[in-house]
């Protein structure tokens, strides 16, 4: 899929570097707030379609087309968030923001012979903890308001007089949502590990796993923590978390003995260590951990095939 829609005869623009410069910081912004790259590209595509749509005076009277831009595909967001609630009703199963892959973790982790895709997210998608899975699930508890208030005044820099605009409130109200999203995000957060132990511990979990070790598997995990798996209907995923490190552990033992043999490799999911797992050289799970105290607390995994194009490798 192509993130714009720059008519040809526009190519001569002398303003078109400055508006296809914004192309990534809206992917960025869409991304977040939608946790679907899929969906956050048809919003710049549209963001884009848009503007391209006004006459050209009607363009040169503008004085910041990247304020612009930033705002159009600010509602264009907030009206499927809206909409969002009833989209996620008619979803069969949990649903888990799209994972994306690490640039750095490309070709190199793929099966010898596999090729890696046409395009790599993480060329047009920061990777910075605003897009950990923990993150990005707990803006899905926030209201389309907060979560636009939040992401575009704390982590994109946009004066409250400005979301203001795009929300159709106050300043004082953006502010009041921001806070309120803030108070969520703290409620959620748990003292992150340094990325290194971060990696041991998903290490070990993938060691174990591939040794069917019971008793390792619990011990890395917290004795309350969640696997969450998001198939979307289209695939065998559990239908809803399964809590408990007891639990979870022999649910991952029987899962592996009664399947297809599958190969498990260390990849970056979010920004952050996560797992991968092949069959028959595709993709068919991507996994994301939420490590704390040393334990595994939260496991997110994502078989939706539909979520999974950008790690899909070709044989």
């Not at 612009?68 to 969002?84: E, G, K, Y």
């Not at 209907?233 to 033992?253: F, T």
Request: aromatic share 6%.
């Amino acid at each position: 899929m192509t993130t714009s829609s720059v008519p040809r005869d526009d190519l001569t623009d002398p303003g078109l570097s400055v508006l296809m410069s914004e192309q990534r910081r809206l992917i960025n912004l869409a991304y977040r707030l939608l946790g679907s790259l899929a969906d956050a590209e048809d919003v710049v595509q549209e963001t884009y379609a848009r503007w391209y749509a006004m006459p050209r005076q009607q363009q040169e009277a503008i004085a910041s087309p990247g304020g612009w831009l930033t705002r159009v595909a600010s509602r264009i967001c907030l009206d499927q968030l809206r909409s969002a609630r009833a989209r996620r009703e008619r979803y069969v199963g949990p649903w888990i923001p799209e994972p994306l892959p690490g640039r750095a973790e490309g070709a190199a982790a793929l099966p010898s012979g596999a090729a890696a895709g046409p395009t790599d997210p993480a060329d047009r998608v920061t990777l910075d903890e605003s897009v950990s899975m923990a993150f990005l699930v707990v803006l899905e508890l926030m209201t389309p308001a907060e979560r636009v208030a939040f992401l575009l005044h704390d982590v994109f820099c946009h004066p409250f007089a400005e979301v203001a605009k795009i929300l159709g409130r106050t300043p004082e109200a953006c502010r009041q949502l921001a806070s309120s999203a803030r108070r969520r995000v703290r409620a959620a957060q748990s003292p992150a590990p340094p990325a290194s132990e971060h990696a041991r511990i998903v290490r070990d979990f993938k060691q174990a796993w591939e040794a069917m070790d019971v008793n390792a598997l619990i011990g890395l995990l917290d004795p309350a923590a969640t696997v969450t798996a998001d198939g979307g209907g289209l695939v065998n995923a559990l239908p809803r978390p399964v809590e408990g490190s007891e639990r979870i552990a022999h649910h991952i033992v029987r899962f592996t003995g009664t399947g297809p043999r599958l190969v498990v490799t260390e990849r970056m999911v979010n920004g952050q260590p996560g797992l991968v797992v092949l069959q028959d050289g595709s993709v068919v799970t991507v996994l994301a951990f939420d490590v704390a105290d040393d334990r595994i607390t939260r496991i997110w995994a994502v078989r939706n095939p539909e979520k999974l194009r950008h790690w899909t490798v070709e044989p």
